[in-house]
C-alpha cells in the first residue's frame, strides 16, 4: 500500500510570534507543493498564525502536545478538542522530552493517542530508547513495550502516524545509522502487525527522528519502513525546506 511520505517540524520551545510569522511566511511558497505532506509544529502561542498563514497551501499545521480531557481544572493544559476547533489537524503525543522531564508516560499517551483520534486529530505518537538501553541490547524490548502500551485499544490505528526517535539521536548530532532507523521503524510495524493485523500495519506511516537534515534524509527515506521524519533543530531554519523536497534535490 502506497504511504504518502510526511515530513514534521518540530519546533519545541522555540519561536515568538513574530519570528515564526516571518519564518512561516517565508516557508510557504517554498514547501507548498511538496510531495512529503508537510507539517509545523510551532509553539501553542503561535499557532492561530501558523493557520491563518498556511491557509489553503495544503501544509499542516500539528501541536506538540495536548490534554486528553475536553476542559475542567487542568492549570496551564490545552484540550485537544481547542486545538482541533482552530482547525489544527496534527498533534505530537509523548514525545521523549516530554517523557523525561513532564513525567509522561505509556499510559498518558495512550490517553491521549485516542483522544486525538475520537475527535479528529492526527497523532504522532513518539517512541525510541535511550543510549543505555541499546548498549544493552534493550532497544527492541523497549520501542515493541511502549508501542503496546501506547496503541493499545484504538478504533483505527491506520490514522496513527508514529515517530521513532531513539533519544542518543535527538539533538546530539548523531543520526541513527539507516539500517538501525529502519530495522527499529520495522519494530514498529511488526507490533502493530501482531496488534491490529498485518493491512493495518502496512498502513501507518512511520517517521524517524533524531538529527535528520538535508543531507541524510534522502538515504533515509529510501528505507523501506521509513515513511517520513520529525525534525527537531533542522525544522527551525531554510533548512527544512530541502528536507521536505528530499525528493527533489
Ligand atoms: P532533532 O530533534 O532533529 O533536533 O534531533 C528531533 C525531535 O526531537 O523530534
Same mark, same amino acid.
Given at each position: ?9 518540530? &519546533?519545541? *520551545? ?11 511566511? *517565508? ?26 498563514? !498556511? ?19 487542568? !492549570? ?16 505530537? =503525543? ?12 505509556? /499510559? ?9 483520534? /475520537? ?47 531513539? =533519544? ?18 520495522? &519494530? ?32 533515509? *527515506? ?28
Amino acid at each position: 500500500m502506497a504511504r504518502r511520505p510526511i515530513i514534521a517540524g518540530n &519546533w519545541k *520551545m522555540n519561536m515568538g510570534l513574530e519570528e515564526a510569522n516571518d519564518f512561516i511566511t *517565508m516557508m510557504v511558497p517554498l514547501c507548498e507543493d511538496s510531495y512529503a505532506e508537510c507539517v509545523f509544529c510551532p509553539p501553542y502561542i503561535d499557532i492561530i498564525r501558523a493557520l491563518e498563514i !498556511t491557509s489553503n497551501s495544503g501544509i499542516e499545521i500539528g501541536a506538540q502536545n495536548m490534554h486528553w480531557e475536553d476542559a475542567g481544572a487542568f !492549570t496551564g493544559e490545552i484540550a485537544g478538542k481547542m486545538l482541533k476547533d482552530l482547525g489544527v489537524t496534527f498533534v505530537i =503525543i509523548g514525545h521523549s522530552e516530554r517523557r523525561e522531564h513532564f513525567a509522561e508516560t505509556d /499510559e498518558t499517551v495512550n490517553k491521549k493517542t485516542k483522544k486525538a483520534l /475520537e475527535i479528529g486529530l492526527t497523532p504522532i505518537v513518539c517512541c525510541g530508547e535511550t543510549l543505555e538501553q541499546r548498549e544493552a541490547g534493550d532497544a527492541k524490548n523497549v520501542v515493541v513495550g511502549q508501542i503496546e502500551k501506547d496503541l493499545a485499544d484504538i478504533d483505527d490505528v491506520t490514522k496513527v502516524v508514529v515517530a521513532y526517535e531513539p =533519544i542518543w539521536a535527538i539533538g546530539t548530532g548523531k543520526t541513527a545509522t539507516n539500517a538501525q532507523a529502519d530495522e527499529a521503524c520495522g &519494530w514498529v510495524r511488526e507490533t502493530i502487525a501482531k496488534m491490529y493485523g498485518q493491512d493495518a500495519a502496512d498502513a501507518v506511516r512511520i517517521q524517524y527522528g533524531g538529527s535528520v537534515k538535508p543531507d541524510n534524509i534522502v538515504e533515509l *527515506m529510501q528505507e523501506p519502513n521509513i515513511d517520513g521524519a520529525l525534525v527537531g533543530g533542522a525544522s527551525l531554519t531554510k533548512d527544512f525546506e530541502k528536507i521536505v523536497n528530499y525528493d527533489k534535490y
